[in-house]
């Protein structure tokens, strides 16, 4: 189930950030906690970012002193 992939963690996001997404989050509607939000935007920066991230950790692994 959906609850069972939850994994809880805090994570520390500048005042300025958290009132921006508490705002968003909250107008959004449909019971969107911060969480689930910036979950959600994370998941899709992911998915549009995730392949340049691994090629960069790829090539990073090759480096050799």
Sequence with gaps: SAASDV?????????EIHEKVAIVAS????????????????????????AQYTEQIENAKKVRL
Excluded: A, E, P, T
């Design 27 to 50: 107008r959004m509607g449909n019971g969107l906690s911060i969480g689930k939000f910036v979950d959600n935007i994370l998941r899709d920066h992911f998915r549009q970012y995730g």
């Design 7 to 15: 994994y809880k963690r805090q994570i520390y996001i500048s005042r």
